[in-house]
């Protein structure tokens, strides 16, 4: 699979609203079929701040993604609203979703 994480670092001024400007942008990306996972999490520490952990199926998935008409929309609607380029790790990994963290494996979970 190909995982993704990046960092966006959004205006002050827009920052709340930030799920709600990325919204469209996010449904239609989740509803790609070779998408595995596509989440956005605020920073604890800075509010400005929102993470994006996505995932897809094959290089196959990831292109059709980045050629995607929502894509490209997101590409013009999402930037005015940034303060900074995001930052992003992309990697292909040999698994198809989510290990246990063993190091912190609770008792009785299946």
Not at 67 to 78: D, I
Not at 82 to 96: E, F, H, K
Request: charged residues 25%; hydrophobic residues 45%; glycine residues 6%.
């Amino acid at each position: 699979m190909i995982f993704i994480t990046a960092k966006f670092r959004i205006r002050p001024e827009y920052a709340d609203r930030w799920p709600e400007i990325a919204g469209p942008f996010t449904e239609a990306t989740r509803g790609e079929p070779g998408c595995l996972w596509f989440e956005w999490s605020r920073s604890v520490d800075d509010p400005a701040e929102y993470v994006l952990v996505e995932a897809f199926r094959d290089d196959a998935a990831g292109a059709a993604h980045v050629q995607s008409e929502h894509f490209a929309s997101a590409r013009k609607a999402l930037p005015p609203h940034l303060a900074a380029t995001p930052r992003i790790v992309n990697v292909t990994v040999p698994q198809d979703g989510w290990s246990l963290l063993g190091e912190m494996a609770v008792q009785g979970q299946d």
